[in-house]
C-alpha cells in the first residue's frame, strides 16, 4: 500500500496518520452519509460519483505515482449506471499495488458475489450498511483478516447474518 501513511485503523485520532478509503456510489445522499460515518470515525475520505472516475483517479494516481493521492481501501456500490463494482474490479487490475476492495450492494445474489470475489473483491457488505459493520470491514481488509463466524453457505460463499455480508466459503 501506501508508505506514506500508517494503514491502521485510526480511533478517535490517536495517530497522526489516518486510513484513506475511496468512496465510490452514484447515490450522493448515501455516499454524503458514509463519507461522514467514516470521517467521524477517524477516515480520510475521497468521494467519487461512479466506477469510471475511481477508474480514472485510480489510474492518475499509479501513472504519475502519487503515493499520498492512492487510496489504502476502495468501498464501492456494486450497481451504479454504466460502469459498475465489478467493472472496477476489472479495471483495477492495472493499477499496482491493488488496494483492497470492498463492494456493497442491496442485491441477494450469490453468483453475483461469488464473481466479485473471483475478481479479486475482499468483502461483499448488505445494505443497509451499519457503520460497526462498515468500520469492521476495513479494519479486517487492512490486517488481510477473513473474521468469519459460522452461519449458512450458499453456493460456496458463507453469509454472516450478524454482519450482513458474505464471505468466501
Known amino acids: ?49 461512479d466506477g469510471m472516475e475511481a477508474l480514472n483517479y485510480l489510474a492518475a494516481a499509479c501513472a504519475f505515482k502519487d503515493s499520498d493521492a492512492y487510496p489504502d481501501v476502495i468501498i464501492s456500490d456494486i450497481e451504479m449506471p454504466m460502469f459498475t463494482g465489478l467493472d472496477l474490479l476489472v479495471g483495477m487490475s492495472e493499477c499496482q499495488p491493488l488496494p483492497p476492495l470492498i463492494l456493497f450492494t442491496g442485491l441477494d445474489d450469490p453468483e453475483l458475489f461469488a464473481e466479485a ?6 468483502r461483499i457488505l448488505r445494505k443497509p450498511l451499519g457503520a460497526e459493520v462498515l468500520c469492521q470491514a476495513i479494519e479486517g481488509v487492512l490486517r488481510g483478516q477473513s473474521d468469519r463466524k459460522t452461519s449458512h453457505v450458499v453456493r460456496g460463499l458463507e453469509y454472516e447474518e450478524s454482519e450482513n455480508r458474505y464471505s468466501l466459503e
Open 117 to 122: 470475489y473471483r475478481l479479486g473483491a475482499k
Open 1 to 49: 500500500m501506501n508508505s506514506k501513511r500508517n494503514t491502521q485503523f485510526v480511533e478517535g485520532g490517536s495517530n497522526s496518520e489516518v486510513t484513506t478509503v475511496l468512496l465510490v456510489e452514484d447515490n450522493d445522499d448515501v455516499r454524503e452519509l458514509l463519507a461522514i460515518v467514516l470521517r467521524t470515525k477517524g477516515y480520510e475520505v475521497i468521494e467519487l460519483g
